[in-house]
């Protein structure tokens, strides 16, 4: 079964590039800023430095890394779906679900380990460049040698390979199902361990003294852990959202809004895949941008650093965790692509039915709007539950004192983003002639 | 029998007792040498109310005719008119909505939307035609398939004839002027086979459609008025009335010609 699993790979490269894609771009994330704790531990770095390396590799390192594992995860989730008739056809072949499960798993090991092998040189450009950032801004001192060790090493293939590996494990277990007719209870299971987890993790902030280093830490993890758990229960709250939408839907956009309730109301399981990345991206983009905007006021009000420091320090920060968001904002389009390519048999069908492309791609935007409110609702809620945990104890008020620029700009893009790839991909898609489309997979 | 006058403005050409008409087909496939002529001028005519079943070996160009005729395919050249009309050469959308009045299918694959129901996917024409909805005809349509007690059932919960059924109360719900059929007993055992090329022929007797419906078993072509043959693109005979036995010798027949002209490669049934 691995040497099916291997031909496989090679016949059909293009059905893995997401998945190389997102297992690439996460471990290059980790590995880059894993490769700060190596360097701290290099010979002859003096504390101020190893400590500044330390705090960067430890919060953004280690929010960023859970991050990617969910990142992943989400993305090997909608691969495995997506193969759910060749599954079938292998067991009507004669194939056991182990076999089943081994050549699925085996396929996302080998391919998460490619994925996190070709980060390994670019990481270590990535971290050179991190490092230098550092130094340029004065945070560590210009005689630290940048080292890519054994901890990013380690991290960066152990994290990728746990998520692809695992995710792919849950995912052909479920598509492996004769019949998935039991709405996971797993699926319940999770999600209400990664609210308990994200809820104590955001109390875990008030632990903490108000200058700690690692303040941010908590309530970015605290925020992820929501908006996984947010994800995993939207399979519960799309069907409200619809029940609101459905009006100004079918108004809006016809016949294609009228397929779009009927579509979500049944596939629910699947969109909350697609609503994992976008959860996360609002959520995260929300909650690191905004804990750094009070973190700057507060470094700025504080008086320790002087002014022109507090201002490097300001874009530093920013362009740290602007990398954190960029990655997000790269699994979102990459899940939509992935997701939407997927469907040009569906939207054959349709066509055959009567369908003009218009009242396709009418469809697959009210679908993206829905998709859109709801997770930008939910991913305001975890993000601003971080940030309100971080503001309450790091200033004395609860509410930060940025304003609505912030969010409307992650708005923005996370609307912009969802449209546009759903959109863009499905025009491209109709392209193909829907008798053609209709065979693809038939 | 019309719904509304947009419909009755729309097809002027309902008068003529022809349903489809084709004029020199040509389709041909790649480029250069190794091009294949799928469609060589090919011209056909059919009246109002028959049921052609159109014959021929694998690759004589009967899946292309049928694309053709249905604007599913652009022909390279020639003509396709429906109830009198030319089939337009415009964009998709247009090409979609000249069919939408006038054309139904029924394919092997059945083709239903998994996510509605069969009421939802009976209704879909409509919907997206955004014709007005009759739910008391849609219903006795599904009924006359034998469906009517599974209006709430999805198609994953539905046998291969019953889905079958669902797509042809599909195609009959817009009361097109032709049905297309592409093998549509192909994936369907003896029994419901039997059912679904019934409903096709009461299609044409009781309701006054016209069906053309491209098989390779003689036993479905038995119960169409006619037969077509099809080899290397082009037509190469009629059949009226045709029986079983009858169907089957003219398509060995047929092979024979074609291995008699082509000894490098033989053509099967």
């Known amino acids: ?442 | 029998m019309l719904g509304n006058k947009r419909d009755r403005a729309g097809v002027s050409g309902r008068q003529t007792d022809e349903a489809l008409r084709l004029v020199k087909v040509s389709k041909s496939y790649g480029e250069g040498e190794s091009a294949v002529r799928a469609l060589d001028g090919v011209s056909l005519s059919l009246a109002r109310g028959t049921f052609t079943a159109v014959m021929g070996p694998s690759g004589s160009g009967k899946t292309t005719l049928l694309q053709c005729a249905a604007g599913l395919e652009r022909p390279d050249s020639g003509i396709v008119m429906v109830a009198g009309e030319e089939m337009s050469q415009g964009s998709e959308a247009q090409l979609t909505k000249f069919r939408r009045r006038r054309i139904g299918f029924v394919f092997q694959q059945y083709n239903l939307l998994p996510t509605l129901t069969v009421a939802q996917n009976t209704i879909l024409p409509l919907k997206l035609a955004g014709r007005r909805i009759d739910k008391a005809k849609a219903r006795a349509v599904l009924e006359q398939v034998g469906l009517g007690g599974r209006l709430r059932h999805r198609p994953d919960e539905l046998s291969g004839g019953q889905r079958q059924r669902v797509a042809i109360a599909r195609a009959l719900v817009t009361e097109p002027t032709v049905v297309f059929a592409d093998e549509p007993t192909g994936a369907l055992d003896i029994r419901s086979a039997r059912d679904v090329l019934r409903l096709l022929q009461e299609a044409v007797r009781v309701h006054g459609r016209t069906v053309v419906m491209v098989t390779h078993d003689p036993v479905a072509a038995s119960y169409a008025d006619s037969v077509v043959f099809l080899a290397d693109g082009r037509i190469a005979g009629h059949m009226e009335r045709p029986t079983v036995d009858a169907v089957a010798e003219r398509l060995a027949h047929l092979g024979d010609e074609l291995n008699g002209s082509d000894h490098a490669s033989p053509l099967g049934v």
């Not at chain 1, 990728?160 to 792919?168: D, E, F, I, K, N």
């Open chain 1, 1 to 442: 079964m691995f040497a099916l699993a291997m031909r496989s790979i090679r016949q059909r490269p293009g059905r893995f590039t997401a998945t190389l894609f997102s297992s690439f771009l996460g471990a290059l994330i980790i590995m880059t800023f894993n490769s700060m704790h190596d360097t701290a531990a290099g010979p002859g770095v003096d504390d101020r430095s190893a400590e500044t390396l330390t705090v960067a590799a430890s919060v953004v390192g280690g929010y960023g890394s859970l991050l990617v594992f969910f990142a992943v995860a989400s993305t090997l989730t909608v691969a495995v779906r997506q193969r759910s008739e060749e599954i079938q056809l292998l067991r009507t072949s004669g194939a056991t679900p182990a076999q089943i499960k081994r050549m699925i798993v085996g396929e996302a090991f080998v391919v998460a380990l490619l994925g996190a092998s070709l980060a390994v040189v670019p990481a270590m450009f990535g971290g050179q460049l991190l490092l230098d950032v550092f130094q340029d801004s004065g945070q560590v001192a210009g005689s630290v040698e940048h080292s890519f060790g054994a901890i990013a090493f380690a991290t960066g293939f152990d994290i990728t390979l746990l998520a692809a590996v695992g995710a792919a494990f849950l995912a052909v277990r479920r598509a492996g199902r004769a019949n998935g007719k039991r709405p996971g209870r797993a699926r319940n299971f999770f999600a209400c361990a990664a609210l308990v987890a994200g809820a104590l993790s955001l109390s875990a902030t008030f632990l903490l003294d108000s200058d700690a280093e690692i303040m941010m830490a908590p309530p970015a993890y605290g925020a992820i852990l929501l908006s996984v758990g947010c994800a995993l229960l939207s399979t519960r709250i799309l069907p409200g959202v619809l029940s609101v939408l459905e009006g100004p839907v079918t108004a809006l956009a016809g016949a294609g809004g009228y397929l779009t309730v009927r579509n979500m109301r049944q596939r629910a399981a699947q969109l909350s895949n697609v609503l994992m990345p976008l959860i996360l991206f609002t959520g995260m983009a929300v909650a690191t941008l905004y804990m750094q905007g009070v973190e700057n006021d507060a470094v700025k009000a504080s008086g320790l650093v002087k002014d022109a420091d507090a201002k490097t320090l300001e874009t530093l920060n920013y362009a740290v965790v602007g990398i954190i968001v960029a990655f997000c904002c790269i699994m979102l389009i990459n899940t939509l692509y992935a997701a939407t390519s997927y469907r040009v048999r569906e939207f054959g069908q349709q066509r055959l039915a009567g369908a003009t492309p218009q009242q396709v791609l009418a469809m697959v935007g009210a679908e993206s709007a829905v998709l859109t409110v709801t997770g930008v609702a939910l991913g305001s809620l975890t993000g601003f539950a971080g940030v309100l945990a971080f503001t309450s104890v790091r200033t004395d008020q609860v509410l930060p004192g940025q304003g609505l620029g912030i969010w409307l700009a992650v708005a923005g893009i996370a609307t912009a983003v969802t449209v546009g790839t759903s959109m863009g991909t499905a025009w491209r898609r109709l392209r193909t002639p829907a008798v053609d489309a209709v065979a693809v997979a038939a």
